[in-house]
C-alpha cells in the first residue's frame, strides 16, 4: 500500500500546499500544545485538545507529501497517512487511533472518563509527531519550514 494507492481508491485527494499553510498549521499544532495543558479545563477537553495537536501534525506531512483525506474517515486517514509519510511505526499509530477513538467517545458519547495521566500521553504523542514532522520537513521538503 502506498498514498498513491490510497489516492486511487478516493481515500485522498491530491492538494498542492503553501509555505504559508504549513506555518499556519504549526501555530495550530504550537496553541493547541500550549493550550491542553491549561489547568481548570476538563481531562475530557484536554485529550481533545492535544489529539488536535497530534492530528494537525499528521495533516502538515499529508499536505507536504501532496494529499489530503477524503471526508469519509478523515481523521481515521491522517493518522494512519504516518507510516507512508514519516515511516512512523505500527505501535505510535496504534496509540494515536486508540486515543481518536478515546477523543471521539468523550466528544460524542461520555464525559468524565480520560484521566490526567491519559492526558499526559497523548501530549507526549502531540510533541512527538510535531518534532519527528519538523524533521522530516527540514529534511525532504525545506521550502515549506
Do not use: C
Amino acid at each position: 500500500m502506498s498514498l498513491r494507492n490510497w489516492l486511487r481508491k478516493g481515500w485522498l485527494v491530491e492538494h498542492a500546499t503553501s509555505r504559508s499553510e504549513i506555518l499556519d498549521l504549526l501555530k495550530v499544532v504550537e496553541r493547541d500544545i500550549q493550550d491542553s495543558q491549561v489547568r481548570g479545563l476538563s481531562a475530557d477537553w484536554r485529550l481533545n485538545i492535544a489529539y488536535n495537536a497530534a492530528l494537525q501534525s499528521a495533516t502538515i506531512a499529508l499536505y507536504a507529501s501532496g494529499y489530503r483525506a477524503a471526508h469519509e474517515a478523515h481523521h481515521y486517514r491522517v493518522i494512519q497517512s504516518l507510516r507512508f509519510t514519516i515511516q512512523a511505526d505500527r505501535e505510535i499509530i496504534g496509540q494515536f487511533d486508540q486515543f481518536r477513538k478515546k477523543r471521539n467517545k468523550s466528544d460524542y458519547e461520555r464525559s468524565g472518563e480520560t484521566s490526567d495521566v491519559e492526558v499526559k500521553e497523548i501530549l507526549g504523542l502531540a510533541i512527538w509527531p510535531r518534532d519527528a514532522v519538523m524533521e522530516w520537513l527540514n529534511k525532504n521538503y525545506p521550502e515549506l519550514n
